[in-house]
């Protein structure tokens, strides 16, 4: 008796496994979900990163070596071509200024020598004991003796104060040399300034800029320099300034790249249209976008439904034939703006594309269950 319910309960679970293989067998294929060609309008793009700055800037540097005295402007301020920013006082060098003196005290003994054989030598010619040529000599050595003086004088006073006689307040007072707005002014009172020479660039004292005047100043790659063309608009966003975009103008492309990181990057430059509702501080990061090339109602798919041959590479999308399988079909590509891409060949509007990573509905709830 027990060997006959071990051999039924053997029985009913063979017939168990054989219906429920029988049931997997007999399931319809999975379906695939699919799509159809449309007619898009493609843009490509590349970013270019950089910052706007001043179209016209300029740094104003001392005539004279000495220290700021005063600072009578803030940065930001407007100013006018010709306004007193700050002034300095010169201090001379001690050495110097002795020796400057000295050659002055010299002058004025030879000077004095001079006025006196020429006074000596004038009587003598009005009474004709010396012929004109002997008193023309004497005369040019006494005017050149006063001549010799002023000059010295003129030495020792640019020494002691920066400038001789009137031209003093040119050389220590710092104006402005162009209307616009003071961006830094990097010294303060009491900070000793050198002028520019062929040794030394100079300190300093104030950089002025027109802000009404702004230029993006950015890099591209060189994998898209080429399709790039001055003139072309652009689009500029402002790491600053959130949901507004200002146009441009290219108007700069170098002639030649810099190597970053292993890539070589090509600078370049747009004009930027303001807006006077917003103020654009100079040195703000920006992003360009460039259109480097647009296609307008072009036959397109999306870049999700492509798929890729391993040993080719070649590009292909399943289409759904009469007999509700998929055929495979190479596909040539054209302009892609990352998410939709041009189909040049290979699929029509009323194929029915395969989205090879997307099953039906109902086979979803077959496999949960």
């Keep these: 008796m027990k060997k006959i319910i071990i051999f039924g309960g053997i029985a009913l679970a063979l017939i168990a496994v054989l219906v429920w293989f029988g049931k997997k067998n007999s399931a319809s294929p999975i379906e695939y979900e699919t799509e159809k060609a449309f007619k898009a309008t493609i843009i490509k793009k590349s970013i270019a990163t950089g910052k706007v700055t001043p179209l016209e800037e300029i740094e104003i540097k001392p005539q004279i070596t000495g220290i700021i005295d005063k600072i009578l402007l803030l940065e930001g301020t407007k100013v006018k071509k010709g306004d007193l920013i700050a002034t300095v006082r010169v201090v001379p060098n001690e050495q110097s200024l002795i020796s400057a003196k000295g050659r002055v005290d010299n002058i004025k003994i030879g000077l004095n020598n001079s006025n006196v054989s020429y006074k000596r030598n004038k009587n003598l010619f009005e009474k004709g004991v010396i012929s004109r040529a002997e008193y023309e000599a004497i005369e040019l050595t006494y005017n050149q003796a006063k001549q010799n003086l002023t000059n010295a004088q003129n030495d020792y006073l640019i020494i002691k104060k920066g400038s001789s006689g009137s031209g003093a307040s040119a050389n220590t007072n710092i104006i402005a040399q162009m209307s616009g707005t003071i961006l830094e002014i990097p010294v303060k009172e009491g900070d000793q300034v050198i002028q520019s020479n062929n040794f030394n660039a100079g300190t300093t004292i104030a950089s002025i800029a027109d802000m009404s005047k702004m230029i993006f100043e950015g890099k591209v790659d060189e994998s898209e320099v080429g399709k790039l063309v001055n003139g072309t608009k652009i689009e500029i966003s402002l790491g600053a300034i959130e949901n ?90 054209g302009t892609s703006d990352g998410v939709n891409v041009e189909i040049l060949e290979g699929v029509t509007k009323e194929d029915e594309i395969k989205i090879w990573n997307k099953t039906s509905k109902e086979d979803d709830e077959k496999e949960d269950n």
């Design 244 to 333: 507004k975009k200002f146009p441009a103008v290219l108007n700069f492309i170098a002639p030649k790249g810099t190597e970053e990181a292993g890539a070589v990057q090509f600078k370049i430059k747009a004009d930027v249209l303001l807006d006077d509702e917003y103020f654009i501080r100079a040195g703000y990061s920006a992003n360009a976008e460039i259109v480097l090339e647009r296609k307008d109602s072009v036959l397109s798919i999306k870049e999700s439904l492509l798929q890729f041959d391993r040993k080719t590479e070649k590009p292909f999308v399943e289409i759904k034939n009469v007999e509700g399988k998929f055929d495979k079909k190479d596909v040539k590509l």
